[in-house]
């Protein structure tokens, strides 16, 4: 079962913040989050796991609640290039496992 | 830095016939994966990849689809008979490991199937 993203798209101006959500019914391992933009392959941004251990990306957060299955994505001081659809991708077990995505979230920053 | 490439960018073909799509992961993952993106829609999962046999794979991976690794460095992907439908945008991805380890996808391979 696919997570849900929310909000489907946001509007920012350049230097302001934005959040994003992921949240799945079903009972994760980890949380992946991606960036497309147009026409382009997804670009790998934050992983989260069970029990709190995160990789990713120096001008990005992210937090997992393992308890209610959500992740955020926290876009501090956007910048133009922030602009494309994200995606959150959730694993139900490790190994090799593949992703399943959410809809995705469409951000546009405006100079 | 290193990349996972995929062969060939666009691929014309018309219903019924075999395609082949090629992937070169990045040289020391060990776990490979295929996804497809019909236009203007969300990442889907097709199958993934590990120690030479398939280690999960999705309900549009039926038997229409077959994955090879057919020497060290190449990871294809094949679709017996396409139909219409099959039209989308297609990636490889690979990791160093399952689960705690980022996939890197490719740029993918535009099918188009008339």
């Known amino acids: 079962q696919q997570p849900v993203q929310s909000p489907q798209a946001v509007i920012l101006r350049e230097g302001e913040d934005a959040v994003i959500n992921c949240s799945s019914s079903k009972a994760l391992y980890s949380v992946h989050w991606y960036r497309q933009k147009h026409g382009e392959a997804p670009i790998f941004l934050m992983i989260?796991?069970?029990?709190?251990e995160q990789k990713g990306h120096d001008k990005i957060s992210a937090s997992f609640n393992e308890k209610k299955q959500q992740s955020s994505l926290y876009l501090t001081a956007s910048q133009l290039s922030y602009s494309g659809t994200y995606f959150c991708?959730?694993?139900?077990?490790?190994?090799?496992?593949?992703?399943?995505f959410g809809k995705g979230t469409h951000l546009i920053i405006q100079p | 830095e290193p990349e996972v490439t995929q062969t060939p960018s666009h691929q014309v073909t018309q219903m019924g016939q075999e395609v082949i799509l090629r992937c070169v992961p990045i040289?020391?993952?060990?776990?490979f994966y295929w996804y497809r993106q019909i236009l203007g829609q969300k990442v889907e999962f097709l199958v993934s990849f590990y120690n030479n046999e398939i280690s999960e794979k999705s309900e549009i991976f039926d038997d229409q689809f077959s994955v090879e690794r057919p020497d060290g460095s190449n990871f294809t992907l094949k679709i017996r008979s396409t139909k219409l439908e099959d039209s989308a945008m297609y990636f490889c991805?690979?990791?160093?490991?399952?689960?705690?380890?980022?996939?890197?996808f490719g740029p993918g391979t535009r099918l188009t199937v008339t």
């Open positions: 989260l796991l069970k029990g709190g």
């Open positions: 991805a690979s990791s160093a490991a399952g689960g705690v380890y980022e996939q890197y």
């Open positions: 991708g959730t694993e139900k077990r490790g190994g090799a496992d593949g992703l399943t």
């Open positions: 040289s020391n993952h060990l776990y």
